[in-house]
């Protein structure tokens, strides 16, 4: 991709931020205990390992996933106007299809886990629940990961605001005091109304109003490209934003340190939740500052599998967790064996779906299935 025509060539350097993001979260979820916590039960020097490498690959989060997405969005604006219902039409089609299919998949895939666990009455209760399916399919509770679709669509209800951005870069400041916002107004949420009706939903639409500055950024960085900025501003860029990633990684290493000594999660540490948050805006404008060097070609052929890998990876983490529970290994050896395999089947499995015809839309691969509803709302192409 040449600095003077941001359409003329496949972005490389993109498709491998979205190849990290989509391992990233298997990782992630890899580099707890079955309970989600560091290991708790073992000792500080033992849970080292893990923690660590979570600090590592925690570094690409879900939110850089939600910058790609809507710089990717204002990109395709930019090239082809679209009106507003239009647009989110295309975009329900594309997020909301593939969402709604693995709700109802995981709401009884998680059976055999909880089975195995001894909570499978839980979550038959919620399964005759239509409270729970409510969540299911507005917060994306019925899954950890599911989340981040429904977070996703709720941003792009919003991206008339982000647009201003591509002539005007320099706005996406903004992101800061969004997450200033988000920060404060969670800690009033969480002492004052936790467990009260509703909560889940009043926090989702804080966070969906305040990522909005990731959608405010998004639109910069893609107003960046399109003003073709001369070989020695991309090295700035670049050279600020791999200082940045340092610093934020310095703090990083601190967190961990505190939750390794600790056992659990340092949630009361507020310079990590900066460092997590900032560092993804970090990471996409060092990827950017790259994006005139000669990526790897394999890595375009490989990218679109990301969106599956994150849709399918908790599958085989579910199973591997069963299989590896009571047997005698450190914390270090267990993630290590979660992660590589859980990487290598869900690969395998993402790559058998998107060559079936009747699913490779489930991880956003295929054509979508003919329904009814999608034509009346003209977003069906047959």
Request: charged share 15%.
């Amino acid at each position: 991709m040449t600095a003077s025509s941001p359409q003329k060539s496949r972005m490389v350097w993109l498709d491998c931020l979205r190849l990290i993001a989509g391992v990233s979260m298997v990782g992630l979820h890899a580099s707890s205990d079955v309970n989600g916590q560091p290991f708790t039960d073992f000792e500080p020097i033992e849970r080292a390992g893990p923690v660590l490498f979570r600090a590592v690959i925690y570094m690409a989060r879900t939110e850089l996933f939600i910058i790609i997405s809507l710089f990717l969005l204002a990109m395709s604006l930019d090239r082809r106007p679209r009106g507003y219902f239009a647009t989110v039409i295309e975009q329900a089609k594309r997020l909301l299809l593939p969402f709604a299919f693995w709700v109802v998949f995981y709401a009884f895939y998680r059976l055999i886990k909880a089975s195995y666990f001894g909570y499978s009455d839980a979550i038959l209760v919620q399964l005759g629940s239509g409270w729970h399916w409510l969540s299911y399919f507005i917060l994306g509770s019925v899954q950890y990961h599911m989340h981040f679709l429904p977070t996703l669509f709720g941003l792009v209800l919003l991206f008339p605001l982000y647009r201003m951005a591509v002539n005007a870069p320099w706005i996406g400041v903004i992101v800061l005091l969004c997450l200033f916002a988000k920060r404060e107004t969670d800690i009033a949420l969480y002492t004052h109304l936790s467990g009260s009706d509703g909560f889940g939903y009043l926090v989702r639409g804080v966070k969906i109003l305040t990522y909005a500055g990731y959608g405010v950024i998004a639109a910069s960085f893609y107003g960046l490209l399109k003003k073709s900025l001369g070989v020695e501003d991309w090295r700035a860029l670049g050279t600020l934003a791999g200082f940045v990633i340092l610093l934020l990684f310095m703090i990083k290493l601190v967190y961990s340190y505190k939750v390794i000594l600790a056992g659990n999660w340092q949630y009361a540490y507020d310079p990590a939740y900066w460092a997590d948050y900032l560092m993804p805006v970090a990471l996409f404008a060092l990827f950017m500052s790259l994006k005139d060097i000669r990526w790897p070609s394999a890595i375009g052929r490989v990218a679109p599998y990301s969106f599956g890998i994150y849709l399918v990876h908790p599958i085989f983490l579910d199973l591997l967790e069963i299989a590896l529970w009571g047997r005698q290994m450190s914390p270090s050896v267990f993630v290590f064996i979660k992660v590589m395999l859980a990487i290598s089947l869900t690969s395998i499995a993402v790559f058998h779906l998107a060559r079936s015809p009747k699913f490779a839309w489930t991880i956003g691969m295929g054509p979508f299935p003919r329904l009814h509803f999608l034509r009346a709302l003209g977003a069906y192409q047959p």
